[in-house]
């Protein structure tokens, strides 16, 4: 009994207050420096869409009339797109555009096709990895409107707003 409770309170200068102190100093320093959860991190390259799960939303265009219209639509938008954690890809034959800043597994338009073609060309797909909105033609404003919809974005823009009004 007293060993343990020696070891549930150390006294300052006994033998278990060093190790005690080191570890917390360890734990702090983990709590600090950890990667936050938020969708700014990217890997380095990627090869199936739940590698983003939890950390970013995806606009996919799989079939397109005129994919360098959405392309230049979705540049013209990348600050919304970012703001909302959103990666946009668009296929084009074997290749595929995007604002992922990585590398694309050399497969990864066949992927898509595969795992996502449904006679809809563009999707939302949400941070849970679930298809959130089918549609015939890309409407970022649509897209917006869905995204800012939902249960997490709001949750995102509480915070963000909380954070900015603490400065």
């Not at 005690?20 to 380095?44: I, K, M, N, R, T």
């Not at 990585?102 to 809809?120: I, V």
């Amino acid at each position: 009994m007293t060993a343990c409770a020696e070891i549930s309170r150390p006294t300052p200068g006994s033998a278990l207050s060093r190790p005690f102190g080191l570890a917390l100093l360890s734990l702090l320093f983990v709590v600090v420096c950890w990667p936050a959860p938020a969708g700014a991190e990217q890997p380095d390259s990627i090869s199936q869409l739940s590698e983003l799960r939890w950390a970013h939303r995806v606009v996919l265009v799989l079939a397109s009339p005129d994919p360098d219209a959405d392309i230049a639509t979705l540049r013209e938008h990348a600050r919304d797109f970012d703001e909302r954690d959103t990666l946009w890809f668009v296929v084009r034959g074997a290749s595929v555009s995007s604002n992922f800043r990585g590398t694309l597994d050399p497969g990864f338009a066949t992927y898509l096709r595969d795992t996502y073609e449904s006679g809809q060309p563009v999707l939302l797909i949400g941070k849970d990895g679930g298809v959130k909105m089918r549609a015939e033609r890309l409407d970022p404003d649509a897209v917006f409107s869905r995204i800012d919809a939902m249960p997490m974005r709001q949750r995102e823009m509480r915070q963000s707003a909380e954070g900015t009004s603490k400065r």
